[in-house]
């Protein structure tokens, strides 16, 4: 059997179900109320403009339902769109993350809460390095309630030039956007401590 002391396998998958659980409780609390997906309609996207969104389009199953034992292929696609726009972006230009987030998302960074889309946009550009570079290891994407998306990435990421990379988890819950697009609704990030 397993248990807490194991080392660090358990902390990275500590962190990971905590975060999960985190989002999923915001998802049942608040995201199915946003914009709920209309029957003959189904999740896509485009990236454009420096913004994500996603754009509704008919399906002839008419709901956005598990097919396969898998996620739909949208979800998957925004998923994968989204994570890839996220670290390009904060990579290169930390500010340009702040039209993702609105006044009702939350960041948990580290333990800290942040509430709303200037005080996420201050933390993240307030971060003590100049630059840093994310390495995508994994990212799992799940369709949730009110046509949320749920996003896990693991990752190394290395500060200003270092050469010891840092692990590190990322959850997001994507919400849909009226009347188009999706916005970060929630965000927890944490190093992996081992």
Sequence with gaps: GSHLGQGRTMNAWNVAVVAVLSLMLAAEAGCAGVLPLSAGHRLGSHLGQGQFSGLPAPVSSGHLGLRGGSAPADVQDVGKQFVGYYYQTFDSNRAGLAPLYQEVSCLTFEGEQFMGQNAISQKLTGLPFQTVSHEVLTADYQPSPGGCILVMVTGKLKVDGGDNPMA??????????????????NDVFRLCTF
Excluded: E, H, K, Y
């Excluded at 590190?168 to 609704?185: D, E, K």
């Design 168 to 185: 590190f988890t990322q959850a997001f819950l994507l919400a849909p956007l009226q009347p188009q697009g999706f916005f970060v609704q």
